[in-house]
């Protein structure tokens, strides 16, 4: 099983920036497809963007334009760069690496004040 942590989640104004990213504990990391999910309160989990291992990226159609991931495969992460964030973008992240099974890390929290 791969362990997923999360970090760089905050509280940030309308029209910022965070940067989110996720480390894993197993080179399985490498050849996985990673993404990002969120879960706003009282919303079901939904997916934000994937990439994978030969680098084809997704987006959420809410996300794109404004958010970027990307992988670094030398040192085990994935990363979430979001700006120009709405009040909407409001809610909990995971980092998400899919093999034979999907793992999922904690969750970290965004939160956009308008």
């Known amino acids: 099983q791969v362990q997923l942590v999360e970090s760089g989640g905050g509280l940030v104004q309308a029209g910022g920036s965070l940067s989110l990213s996720c480390t894993a504990s197993?080179?399985?990391?490498?050849?996985?497809?990673l993404g990002w999910y969120r879960q706003a309160p009282g919303k079901q989990r939904e997916l934000v963007a994937t990439?994978?291992?030969?680098?084809?990226?997704t987006y959420a159609d809410s996300v794109k334009g404004r958010f970027t991931i990307s992988r670094d495969n030398t040192k085990n992460t994935v990363s979430l760069q979001m700006n120009g964030l709405k009040p909407e973008d409001t809610a909990i992240y995971y980092c998400?690496?899919?093999?034979?099974?999907?793992?999922w890390g904690q969750g970290t929290q965004v939160t956009v004040t308008s």
């Open positions: 998400t690496s899919k093999y034979s099974t999907t793992n």
């Open positions: 197993s080179f399985i990391f490498r050849v996985s497809i």
């Open positions: 990439i994978t291992s030969g680098g084809s990226i």
